[in-house]
């Protein structure tokens, strides 16, 4: 079946523009999960959302990120007026569930570089 | 607070021969699950293992195995017979289970792997 489905795989911006990635999930996985890795921070926990209960917003770095999830399924995230610290790989992943033995699946990313 | 640690950044064998890769974590919880990653040059993090705190078993599959020793919190990984194919960054992670659960993954820095011909 189809695994995780992010977009755009690349995205080139200037730096103050706004951003939005898009994330959907393998059908039927009712957790969704976003994930920024750059060089300097490794992999880091952005946010989480699990079926209808209040989103995880605690690894957002700042106000200027927000993300959302229509119908359980889809989810954006969106970065307003972007800096050049915003440069990184963004990652999203689905799971089953939210109990943490399941294994959270990753699609590709998307590789944003703010100019 | 938990705590990943891959010392290894950087490893490079030739194919064939076995490499292992360390993994060492820190909680003060009792219930969590480890798990191991592989990213290859594509960019995806595919899924390779899961082992709950429970479960000290080793296991094997295929050229891969496991170690698991809750009394040095390590969780390492070896490759056995390496090839080519195998290059890649391998990330250990860290979730924890029950009412600490957020959701969330907590990575190591990743080792990576260049297996030559």
């Known amino acids: 079946g189809a695994g995780v489905s992010q977009s755009p795989s690349n995205k080139v911006t200037e730096k103050g523009k706004d951003v939005e990635l898009r994330c959907d999930p393998i059908?039927?996985?009712?957790?969704l999960y976003w994930y920024r890795q750059s060089l300097g921070q490794g992999l880091e926990f952005l946010i989480y959302?699990?079926?209808?209960?209040?989103?995880?917003k605690s690894g957002l770095p700042s106000d200027r990120f927000s993300a959302e999830r229509t119908g359980g399924s889809v989810s954006t995230l969106t970065i307003q007026r972007t800096q050049q610290e915003d440069s990184a790989v963004y990652l999203c992943a689905s799971s089953l569930g939210g109990r943490s033995n399941q294994p959270q699946h990753f699609g590709d990313g998307t590789r944003l570089s703010i100019l | 607070a938990q705590k990943v640690t891959q010392a290894q950044t950087e490893i490079s064998v030739v194919e064939k021969e076995d490499v292992t890769l360390d993994c060492v974590y820190e909680?003060?919880?009792?219930?969590?699950?480890l798990f191991w990653y592989k990213q290859p040059p594509s960019g995806e993090l595919v899924f390779l293992i899961r082992?709950?705190?429970?479960?000290?078993q080793n296991e094997i599959s295929g050229r891969y195995s496991w170690n698991f020793q809750k009394s040095t919190s390590s969780f390492n990984f070896t490759i056995t017979a390496s090839q080519v194919v195998d290059s890649a960054v391998y990330f250990c992670?860290?979730?924890?289970?029950?009412?600490?659960?957020?959701?969330?993954?907590?990575f190591g820095q990743g080792t990576t792997l260049q297996v030559k011909p």
């Open positions: 082992r709950n705190s429970f479960d000290e």
């Open positions: 992670a860290l979730i924890l289970h029950g009412s600490s659960n957020t959701g969330k993954l907590i």
């Open positions: 959302f699990q079926g209808n209960s209040a989103p995880d």
């Open positions: 909680t003060r919880d009792t219930t969590y699950y």
């Open positions: 059908s039927g996985h009712t957790a």
